[in-house]
């Protein structure tokens, strides 16, 4: 998985803005930070067909006004409550520590090994809920909603380098410590009072990436996925790769995580945004407009 850095035109203030927010090695709880989610899932929208989109408008309910993104980072919101505790191991993958690989059999499971409990299986199943879209009765729209934001939830944490993490350290969480107790509060109080302004201005320029710029040649490739409930897999190979290769890269436990890391990882951030939107459209166009037909009852 190559990256763009040297094409990539951010602009400067949205990459400095984006070195205050750096997800890379935040906690996981955190990481991906509510603005990953949100520009992932606006991106999504403006990428759906016209029978998705109206899909996805009736399913959100009437407070969100149409607005996938609104509400992508609620399942972070409720993942301990308790009628959701189930949904907890759904956001992240813990692979064996060093091996930089990915097995759905030998990695998604949750904590007690029960199957299927991870990110990749979580994608499978709200994938396969969606698709039931046009049997559902009025009382299963409800759920519909749920898978919906789950699924779109999902995609953005599935994409996320160290969402998909080494077990012993729970995804950076011990190793990025130092980092938040002596330079997060900055980064982040520079980042909230920033965003207001700037997401907009980072969304466009991703969204320039995307239509005519250094990824529109790539948008194709990005969406090629011959089997909906087994593509999960090919992100997750993605992102434990690119977490080997640049999040676990040059750390070590206890040190204090310098600006240049930061903003040497910025563009595969950025890029790892975009894909996360243009899957997720994907998915969505197929399974709301009837070309997907399951055929994998159980994920194995
Ligand atoms: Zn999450």
Redesign the pocket.
């Given at each position: 998985m190559g990256c763009n850095g040297g094409s990539l035109k951010l602009s400067m203030r949205a990459i400095a803005l984006l070195v205050c927010f750096s997800l890379i090695l935040a906690p996981?709880?955190q990481a991906?930070s509510k603005e990953g989610?949100i520009m992932t899932c606006r991106i999504a929208q403006a990428l759906l067909k016209p029978h998705a989109a109206e899909v996805v408008h009736n399913l959100l309910p009437d407070y969100a006004d149409g607005d996938l993104s609104s509400l992508c980072t609620w399942?972070?919101q409720i993942?301990h409550w308790y009628k959701y505790q189930w949904t907890s191991s759904l956001?992240?993958i813990d692979t064996p520590d060093k091996a930089c690989t990915f097995d759905y059999s030998r990695d998604c499971h949750d904590s007690h090994g029960r199957k299927d409990m991870c990110v990749a299986g979580a994608i499978r199943n709200f994938t396969s809920q969606l698709s039931h879209y046009k049997e559902g009765s009025s009382d299963r729209r409800h759920n519909m909603t749920e898978a919906l934001l789950f699924l779109s939830?999902?995609m953005?944490?599935l994409h996320q380098p160290l969402?998909v993490g080494f077990t012993s350290d729970e995804g950076g969480n011990t190793i990025q410590l130092r980092w938040f107790k002596h330079k997060s509060n900055l980064h982040h109080t520079a980042a909230a009072e920033l965003f207001g302004k700037d997401m907009d201005l980072f969304q466009e320029d991703i969204q320039n990436n995307l239509t005519h710029g250094v990824w529109s040649d790539d948008m194709s490739s990005w969406e090629d996925c011959n089997d909906l409930l087994s593509c999960p897999n090919k992100y997750a190979v993605e992102s434990i790769s690119l977490a080997c290769k640049w999040g676990y890269k040059g750390v070590s436990p206890g040190e204090t995580l310098s600006d240049k890391y930061f903003s040497s990882r910025m563009p595969i951030v950025a890029k790892r945004i975009a894909q996360g939107g243009v899957r997720l459209a994907m998915i969505l166009n197929r399974v709301f407009d009837g070309d997907f037909h399951e055929d994998i009852a159980t994920p194995t």
């Open positions: 996981r709880a991906w989610h399942p972070d993942r956001h992240f939830h999902f953005g944490d969402h």
